[in-house]
């Protein structure tokens, strides 16, 4: 465990080493994020400017879903994007041997190998949305709250790479994933609404049988009514559940493999 | 002019070709481009539910505007065009059109069309799959002046996409990684050109404001005027004098940038 502690810590520090080079690019990356950012929460102010609320929300209410929505992609960003996407290139190109070649966990190696800085500082503007609404809402969560926020938000990052890692691993068997690896950004889109939204064949597709909504609707929840034990069990069964599946297509993927060109 | 044409024609088919072996990946994406319009369709309903007109149009209006901007962005959209323009100048691939009576804008637009006749052909297939359950919140106005003034709109604005992907790809000469600057702008063509949400809903001295910007006529202007959102003829056709000034600065820009790019090209690679 250690041992893969140290890998893990020897890219950081490479990939931080390298943002320090390219400081224009790292300015540029976590303006674009920002950016970004900033759209979300505009949809929701131009929503809110012609109703007052959305499946029950308020505007706060919202932007503290849409806020802990983007805490959770942020952090997904930061930590696993940048290699996973490069995974479905190298794949393709056969520069996959090089992790193939390491000694060690395949899928821990090709898909932890870069971080970036940028999202992960983004990632503070995420948490102040959510601090900022949960204060608008007049919120006062004590430890319990907080800390089951924490674990949901983790247990959110967790089932969000498990999707990302099965909307790359199909480049295992069709070789090119290019414009495949955008359908996840699409499905994260479900996690900026509220489950009451949901109803009938959309609330079994996206609330149970694809757990987009749960992912973010759960912590937003806890700050907003108070942790709840079942529910964080559930969300923990099926972090576990997603996890094991993407580590199993992965693998069987893998065996796939053959290597490209000369 | 004959043997002109016919270069870039068989620049189209070979295009064609290309485009097509990615056929699988297309039909994914565009199948997937249909989840984005379930969340529209959640998100909105949802809206619509405490207040039956926002901005003046109902549910059924809003949907079908979503519905024609996504359909507009598999038929003009420049997906990528920026990207593989820059890997050809980063790598060297154009040191061949330097060579040979071959014009480089043209070249890249060639294939661009073939892409988007791919494309555009693909998303109809998800389209009319999923008409059953989507018709009944289709509606579109049928006066005559929207298809005349409505299809040129879509032909500049082709042009206003593909141009700016070219003026981004050209910007390869300068700065060895230009992703950055392509995704901060598409994040703000995503709010200004309409596809967060329908312009007309912004404040209006912003949707003033961004009547004036190349975003308003990259998608927005031409679906606006398909699905209703625009209902002043004498407006559209001021809309389309400016959308035809920003297509005309575009292409001037890129060929500066082109022009200018050259001389700081050392032909590396190939």
């Given at each position: 465990m250690s041992h893969y502690a140290r890998l893990w810590l020897t890219s950081a520090r490479y990939c931080i080493m390298r943002m320090m080079m390219f400081r224009g690019d790292f300015f540029v990356w976590a303006l674009v994020e920002l950016f970004w950012m900033t759209v979300n929460l505009l949809m929701v102010s131009v929503i809110y400017q012609h109703t007052d609320t959305v499946a029950g929300w308020t505007k706060y209410e919202m932007m503290l879903l849409v806020g802990t929505s983007l805490l959770i992609q942020r952090f997904l960003m930061g930590f696993f994007w940048s290699s996973i996407f490069e995974m479905g290139r190298n794949i393709r190109s056969g520069h996959f041997d090089f992790f193939v070649a390491q000694p060690g966990n395949v899928m821990f190696t090709a898909t932890t190998r870069k971080i970036d800085p940028d999202s992960l500082i983004n990632s503070l503007v995420a948490l102040g949305v959510v601090i900022y609404s949960a204060r608008q809402l007049g919120l006062q969560p004590g430890w319990v709250e907080v800390l089951g926020y924490a674990l949901m938000v983790a247990c959110g990052v967790i089932i969000h790479y498990s999707m990302l890692v099965l909307c790359i691993a199909p480049a295992f068997w069709i070789t090119s994933v290019q414009g495949i690896e955008g359908s996840y950004f699409t499905l994260s889109e479900f996690s900026r609404l509220p489950r009451a939204a949901f109803v009938g064949l959309a609330k079994v597709a996206?609330?149970?049988?694809?757990p987009v909504v749960v992912v973010s609707n759960t912590p937003a929840s806890t700050l907003l009514h108070g942790f709840d034990l079942q529910l964080a069990g559930w969300l923990v069964a099926i972090t576990a559940l997603w996890f094991g599946l993407a580590v199993f297509v992965f693998h069987r993927g893998l065996k796939r493999y053959s290597s490209a060109s000369s | 002019m004959l043997a002109t044409l016919n270069k870039y024609r068989v620049t189209f088919l070979v295009g064609l070709q290309s485009n097509l072996i990615y056929r699988v990946n297309f039909a994914v994406r565009g199948f997937f481009s249909f989840f984005h319009l379930i969340v529209v369709f959640i998100l909105w309903s949802a809206a619509y539910a405490g207040s039956p007109l926002i901005g003046g149009f109902n549910f059924a209006q809003t949907f079908t505007y979503f519905v024609a901007l996504l359909v507009a962005q598999f038929v003009i959209g420049a997906f990528n065009e920026d990207y593989q323009i820059s890997e050809e100048i980063r790598g060297g691939l154009i040191n061949q059109f330097l060579l040979k009576p071959v014009n480089y804008f043209a070249y890249r637009f060639s294939i661009y069309v073939a892409a988007r006749l791919v494309t555009g052909l693909l998303i109809l297939v998800p389209l009319i799959v999923s008409l059953p359950l989507i018709g009944e919140y289709l509606v579109l106005p049928s006066e005559p002046w929207r298809l005349g003034i409505g299809l040129p709109a879509l032909f500049l604005s082709a042009i206003i996409q593909f141009g700016i992907a070219y003026c981004f790809g050209m910007l390869s000469f300068w700065f060895l990684e230009i992703q950055g600057f392509v995704i901060l702008s598409m994040a703000l063509e995503s709010v200004l050109g309409g596809?967060?949400?329908?312009?007309?809903?912004?404040p209006e001295w912003l949707f003033r404001i961004s009547q004036f910007l190349p975003y308003y006529y990259q998608m927005y202007f031409p679906v606006a005027i398909f699905t209703g959102r625009l209902n002043d003829p004498s407006a559209a056709l001021v809309g389309l004098g400016i959308q035809a000034c920003w297509a005309v600065a575009i292409l001037g820009l890129g060929a500066v940038l082109w022009r200018r790019g050259l001389r700081l090209h050392t032909a590396v690679g190939g």
């Open positions: 996206f609330v149970w049988v694809l | 596809q967060i949400f329908p312009l007309d809903l912004m």
